[in-house]
């Protein structure tokens, strides 16, 4: 009989053109396009071993056994697989997530992608990454992205099993980026809900979705012709429109955080300094800035003068989904 046991590694992603609202609540199809750079400092690694002996999934983060509630999000994925093949049973998923808490990133992309390449193994399916990236994207939206490295855009499609991850350039020349980490506290509005309440109520969102088309298309140009400045540009100027939507929803909110706003203020201060770098914000405070690697150091050299050591951390661009057969 065939191991029912499959390990993988994904890297988590940071979007320069945004993922921001949903066509399909249950299907997480995307009202737009996105295209992200996948980031090699920052991964899940996730093993699946289908068990005869459980009358249950089993989930361990970072090896300790999590609640009901955290395992009851693993089954609802899991069953994406047991509906898909027609198959029962049940799992033990154990994962180690290296995604620095310090960075106060969001490590759901880097763990879907992880956990839907762990399935594939587990269940020796023969399925392409494209295929599998529209699993992933049913754990959260971001995770879509994660199954290729450089730059992948999330293709909207037109139907589950077309809204899903292309890969577009390795991004093997000079892509760097460093995090200033502002605040790791969890968010208060997290990325669903601020969706849903800026597609409902801010009379910029249809705008915002127009923009996005154009900015998908500019950016894919400049990214075949290595324009670094032109990547950042386009990305810079996607994120901030895609945080005026949340200005202008009702409620108003934002993600900023008055440290946000003087990370922004350093960057365009390297710039004047000579330096390409431009920023691009999530659903958080963060700010991270997409750089040349071979300026990263020095970059980071002159943010420390505003920010910790701990709160900056440079990372080049990341690959692929890997298998981590050593762990099977
Ligand atoms: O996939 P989620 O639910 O973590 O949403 C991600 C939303 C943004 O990070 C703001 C943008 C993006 O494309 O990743």
Not at 94 to 99: A, D, K, L, P
Not at 267 to 289: C, H, S
Request: with cysteine.
């Amino acid at each position: 009989m065939q191991k029912r046991i499959g390990a993988c590694r994904a890297h988590t992603n940071i979007a320069l053109i945004k993922y921001w609202g949903k066509r399909d609540q249950t299907l997480f199809l995307p009202t737009s396009s996105s295209l992200s750079l996948t980031l090699n400092a920052f991964y899940t690694d996730t093993r699946v071993q289908w068990l005869d002996n459980l009358s249950n999934d089993l989930f361990y983060l970072n090896g300790e056994k999590q609640s009901k509630e955290e395992t009851n999000k693993i089954s609802r994925f899991l069953d994406l697989f047991r509906d898909e093949l027609g198959i029962n049973g049940y799992a033990k998923v154990e994962s180690y997530n290296h995604v620095p808490t310090a960075a106060g990133l969001a490590s759901s992309a880097s763990a879907f992608a992880a956990l839907a390449g762990a399935c594939r193994e587990s269940l020796h399916l023969d399925w392409s990454n494209e295929k599998l990236s529209t699993f992933a994207r049913r754990g959260s939206g971001s995770a879509t992205r994660s199954v290729y490295g450089g730059f992948v855009e999330w293709n909207k499609g037109t139907s589950s099993v077309d809204s899903k991850a292309i890969a577009i350039d390795d991004a093997n020349w000079d892509v760097g980026m460093v995090i200033i980490a502002i605040n790791k506290a969890k968010k208060k509005v997290s990325s669903r809900e601020g969706m849903q309440l800026t597609v409902a109520t801010s009379p910029f969102y249809s705008q915002w979705v127009e923009q996005s088309e154009q900015d998908l298309i500019a950016i894919k140009e400049a990214i075949a012709n290595q324009d670094i400045q032109r990547v950042g540009e386009i990305a810079e100027t996607n994120a901030m429109r895609m945080h005026a939507t949340t200005l202008a929803a009702n409620p108003p909110f934002t993600y900023f955080e008055p440290e946000t706003l003087q990370a922004i203020a350093s960057v365009q201060a390297l710039r004047e300094k000579g330096f390409t770098a431009y920023y691009t914000i999530d659903a958080g405070p963060n700010v991270k800035v997409l750089c040349k690697a071979s300026e990263m150091s020095q970059i980071k050299q002159h943010l420390s003068e505003t920010f910790t050591n701990d709160q900056l951390i440079t990372t080049t661009p990341g690959d692929a989904l890997t298998r981590l057969d050593h762990w099977e």
